[in-house]
C-alpha cells in the first residue's frame, strides 16, 4: 500500500492550488463541514483526529467544540496544505496540532474518541488496509464520520462544467475504473458500506446530503475561472493541453445559465455522510 501517486499528486501543483484558493474552497465546502460535525457530535474534552484534514478548515472547527480540555488532530500527506492549517491555528491561538503521515499507516500517540473527515477518505490505494489501520487509532466503541462525494452523474457542479469542456477535446478521456482512488472513489454506497465492515468497522450508516453548492466568485465569470484552476476540468485541460479561451467561455455560457440575481452560481451537489463505529 503505497499510496504514493496520490502523495505526489498533493505535494505537488494540487497542494499549492489548493493552498492559494483554500477561503474559497472552504467557502464551497463549509455545508460538508457542518454536516460531518452535526453527526459526530463531539463534547468537550474529547480527543478527534481529522483525515487528510488539508489546510485544517475541519480540524479547527473541531478543535472549537473540544475546547482546551480536549485536542483536535489533523492528519495529511501534502507539506503546504499542512503548513497552512499549522499557521491559521496558530493565527486562530487554537491548539490543533498537525502532522504529515499517510492515514492509511498512521497511529496516533493516544487512542482518539472520534475520527473525522470532509472529503480526505477516498484517496487510499487499499481502502480495506487503510480503515482497519485507522480503526486502530480509536478508543473500544469509538466512532468515525467523514464526507465523500456521491457520483459524478449527482454532482452537477463538478459534472455540468466537465461536459462543457468535452466537445473541445479531440478524443474524450477514458473514465478511470470504478474504485480508483480520487474524489469520486465512494459514489458507491455499497462498495463503502463492503470496504468498511472488511476493515472491521460496525454500525454502518449511511446518509445522503443533497443541496447545491455556491461556486466561488462574485460572477459567473469569475466562477469560470476558479474552475479553470482547480478541479476536474483544470485537470482535463492541463493533461489535454486544450485551449484555454475556447473552455473558459463555454464554461462562461454554462454557468451563466445557473447564475441567480446576485450574479453568483449555486449548483447542485451530493454526498454521503458516513457513520461507523469500532467494534
Ligand atoms: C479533497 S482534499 C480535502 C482536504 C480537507 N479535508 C478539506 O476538506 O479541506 C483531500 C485531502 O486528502 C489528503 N490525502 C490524500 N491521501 C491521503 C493519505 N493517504 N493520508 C492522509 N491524507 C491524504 C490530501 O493531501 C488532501 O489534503
Given at each position: 500500500m503505497s499510496n504514493s501517486d496520490q502523495i505526489d499528486y498533493w505535494n505537488g501543483k494540487a497542494g499549492e492550488k489548493w493552498v492559494l484558493h483554500a477561503e474559497r474552497l472552504d467557502a464551497l465546502l463549509a455545508p460538508f463541514a457542518g454536516a460531518v460535525l452535526d453527526r459526530v457530535a463531539l463534547i468537550e474534552g474529547e480527543h478527534v483526529l481529522d483525515i487528510g484534514c488539508g489546510a485544517g478548515a475541519l480540524t479547527l472547527k473541531a478543535a472549537d467544540q473540544v475546547g482546551t480540555t480536549g485536542q483536535a488532530s489533523g492528519v495529511d500527506v501534502s507539506e503546504p496544505l499542512l503548513a497552512l492549517a499549522r499557521k491559521r491555528a496558530e493565527d486562530r491561538h487554537l491548539s490543533a496540532r498537525f502532522e504529515r503521515a499517510d492515514a492509511s499507516q498512521y497511529r496516533t500517540r493516544t487512542e482518539m474518541d472520534a475520527l473525522i473527515s470532509r472529503?480526505?477518505?477516498?484517496?487510499?490505494?487499499?481502502?480495506?488496509?487503510?480503515?482497519?489501520?485507522?480503526?486502530?487509532?480509536?478508543?473500544?466503541?469509538?466512532?468515525?464520520?467523514?464526507?465523500?462525494?456521491?457520483?459524478?452523474?449527482?454532482?452537477?457542479?463538478?459534472?455540468?462544467?466537465?461536459?462543457?469542456?468535452?466537445?473541445?477535446?479531440?478524443?474524450?478521456?477514458?473514465?478511470?475504473?470504478?474504485?480508483?482512488?480520487?474524489?469520486?472513489?465512494?459514489?458507491?454506497?455499497?462498495?463503502v458500506v463492503k470496504i468498511l465492515s472488511d476493515a472491521g468497522w460496525s454500525d454502518i450508516e449511511i446518509e445522503p446530503w443533497r443541496g447545491n453548492v455556491t461556486l466561488p466568485g462574485d460572477t459567473a465569470e469569475e466562477a469560470a475561472g476558479f474552475m479553470l484552476e482547480i478541479g476536474p476540468v483544470a485537470r482535463l485541460v492541463a493533461e489535454a493541453g486544450i485551449n484555454m479561451a475556447l473552455v473558459r467561455a463555454a464554461l462562461f455560457d454554462l454557468l451563466s445559465q445557473h447564475a441567480g440575481s446576485d450574479g453568483r452560481v449555486p449548483m447542485p451537489a451530493a454526498a454521503w455522510i458516513v457513520s461507523a463505529k469500532a467494534q
Open positions: 472529503f480526505g477518505v477516498m484517496f487510499f490505494d487499499d481502502p480495506v488496509a487503510g480503515f482497519a489501520n485507522l480503526k486502530q487509532c480509536l478508543k473500544p466503541g469509538g466512532r468515525m464520520t467523514f464526507a465523500c462525494w456521491q457520483s459524478l452523474a449527482e454532482n452537477d457542479w463538478a459534472r455540468a462544467p466537465l461536459e462543457a469542456a468535452l466537445p473541445l477535446l479531440p478524443a474524450p478521456p477514458a473514465p478511470p475504473p470504478p474504485g480508483t482512488p480520487g474524489p469520486f472513489a465512494f459514489a458507491d454506497q455499497d462498495r
